[in-house]
């Protein structure tokens, strides 16, 4: 157990529809990172944030949001999905600030399983 | 910018023989991290190994060890006595501490070990 809690763990939907995901991270971690995987393929970095703050975008679709809430859950808001939406979303979170040279290791969620048909 | 690149898609190997998984990268930073992951089914990413650029001395966990060549941009995982367990996706990633820290992930290795 890595300690970071994802919830759902399975989702479906359909095509034009909003959906979101939400993220606890491991107690006193304050970075959140969003990934996606879609089928057999590697993890993209989607976004960050650090402390309530976003810190940095990756790939992320406009269609896509997130924010980091005061009690440093994130939340994942996914809207007018597609079919190519369908993937496996990732939350992990880390205790470094995202600069300055230091690094925290980043644990990973089990993830959640969004299908769109 | 960061990339990984993992050229065996696929592998497959006997229980109790030794694997090793390649990963090339390329970063521009002088400081940064390699990581192996491992995703079996239950999908959760459980971190393998991790490799500091700064430190010559490849990295070693258990059955787990690296070959870290920095001059020419290799971080090899290769696996001893593979056990069934071992069966999974294999990732390689980078991560620079200065920025964003996002890691940065190749497409994966499939591996399979047979009874």
């Known amino acids: 157990d890595s300690g970071v809690t994802q919830t759902p763990k399975h989702l479906i939907t359909a095509t034009g529809q909003r959906v979101t995901l939400r993220c606890s991270p491991r107690?006193?971690?304050?970075?959140v990172y969003w990934y996606q995987q879609s089928l057999d393929q590697g993890l993209q970095f989607l976004i960050q944030?650090?402390?309530?703050?976003?810190?940095a975008k990756g790939n992320i679709l406009e269609r896509f949001s997130a924010q980091q809430f005061p009690d440093l859950h994130s939340e994942l808001n996914l809207s007018s999905l597609e079919l190519g939406d369908s993937a496996l979303y990732f939350c992990a979170s880390s205790v470094a600030p995202p600069s300055g040279g230091l690094f925290g290791e980043l644990f990973f969620g089990e993830g959640s399983r969004l299908t769109v048909l | 910018a960061q990339t990984v690149t993992q050229s065996q898609p696929e592998m497959s190997v006997q229980e109790a023989e030794t694997v090793t998984l390649s990963c090339t990268y390329d970063?521009?930073?002088?400081?940064?991290?390699l990581f192996w992951y491992k995703q079996p089914p239950s999908r959760q990413m459980i971190l393998v190994i991790r490799q500091e650029a700064y430190k010559q001395q490849n990295a070693t966990e258990n059955r787990f060890s690296v070959n870290f060549q920095k001059a020419a941009k290799s971080f090899s995982l290769k696996i001893s006595d593979s056990q069934l367990g071992d069966t999974a996706m294999y990732f390689c990633?980078?991560?620079?501490?200065?920025?964003?820290?996002?890691?940065?992930f190749g497409q994966g290795t499939r591996l399979t070990i047979n009874p």
């Open positions: 107690s006193g971690d304050l970075s």
């Open positions: 990633a980078s991560l620079a501490p200065q920025g964003a820290q996002k890691l940065v």
């Open positions: 970063t521009s930073e002088n400081n940064y991290y």
């Open positions: 944030y650090y402390n309530g703050e976003e810190r």
